[in-house]
């Protein structure tokens, strides 16, 4: 018999999570319940998955082996006291919340709970995410497997140590944003040059995706495959010297550096 999973949260990264779980055959629809406060949410989730929703987080809770915590940071200490008097020691609970540490977690928890800390990203609503993964010392290695099945079904899922997930938020948890905006500047500027802007957001949106699938499919450097596409005096490198004039890398770098600090900032 398989697990039951919870989610309290019904969001779009909610939504996104169960597809994946979903479609992987790990849980069928009718092992899954979500609880949130947006009924109109609740219903769309119920139509398009199939799963078991209430307005109840204690019965999200009672229902569940696993229970993701789906909601923002300053909801997550209210969604956790609504239903301290029925969590038992059995239970695991999987949280998405940027900067509430597996410290701060404890504290609204209590002793005796088995806890993980997780930081997804936007694109695991297409099962393709990034999700970076902790977990406190009373989940057992049974239970990571199982997690790590879970988190797998809507991306890529690694473990690092909790003080390196401010690190991952910089780089993937709000790196689709950057990558975003990037998409936007190319295609904008293939249509300074003529492009229509349809074609130009579908050329540029084409090239990041078959660049990223060349770095992960061949495991080259990306510095080595980036030299494969610069010819002497020619078009490509010219660009790059470009984009290095205007401090492109290191534009990047702080950016994740600021993302980075302000995670650690909201877990203070």
């Known amino acids: 018999m398989g697990k039951k999973i919870g989610f309290i949260g019904c969001g779009v990264m909610g939504k996104s999570i169960m597809g994946g779980i979903i479609g992987s055959g790990i849980a069928a629809p009718g092992d899954i319940t979500a609880s949130d406060v947006f009924i109109p949410g609740l219903e769309a989730a119920k139509a398009e998955l199939g799963i078991h929703v209430t307005t109840d987080n204690k019965e999200v809770v009672k229902n569940s082996d696993v229970i ?7 909801i997550l ?8 008097d029925c969590i038992t020691p059995d239970k695991l609970f999987i949280s998405i919340a940027a900067g509430q540490t597996l410290e701060i977690l404890k504290g609204y928890f209590g002793e005796g709970v088995k806890t993980i800390r997780v930081m997804p990203n936007t694109p695991a609503q297409v099962t393709a995410g990034m999700t970076g993964v902790c977990h406190n010392e009373l989940v057992t290695e049974e239970d990571m497997e199982y997690a790590m099945e879970l988190l797998n079904a809507f991306g890529k899922a690694e473990q690092v140590p909790e003080h390196l997930l401010d690190a991952v938020t910089g780089i993937s948890g709000s790196g689709p944003a950057y990558v975003f905006l990037f998409i936007e500047a190319l295609a904008d500027g293939g249509v300074l040059e003529g492009l229509p802007r349809d074609q130009a957001y579908t050329f540029a949106a084409q090239t990041v995706y078959g660049s990223a699938k060349m ?10 495959l980036k030299d494969a596409v ?30 980075a600090e302000r995670s650690r900032e909201m877990g203070k």
């Open 215 to 224: 770095v992960l499919d061949t495991g080259k450097h990306p510095g080595v």
């Open 77 to 84: 200490k209210e969604a956790i006291a609504s239903v301290k």
């Open 230 to 259: 610069c010819s002497p005096a020619g078009t490509t490198i010219a660009a790059v010297a470009a984009l290095e004039r205007n401090n492109f890398r290191n534009a990047v770098i702080e950016a994740v550096h600021a993302c």
């Open 68 to 74: 993701f915590l789906v909601v923002k940071p300053y």
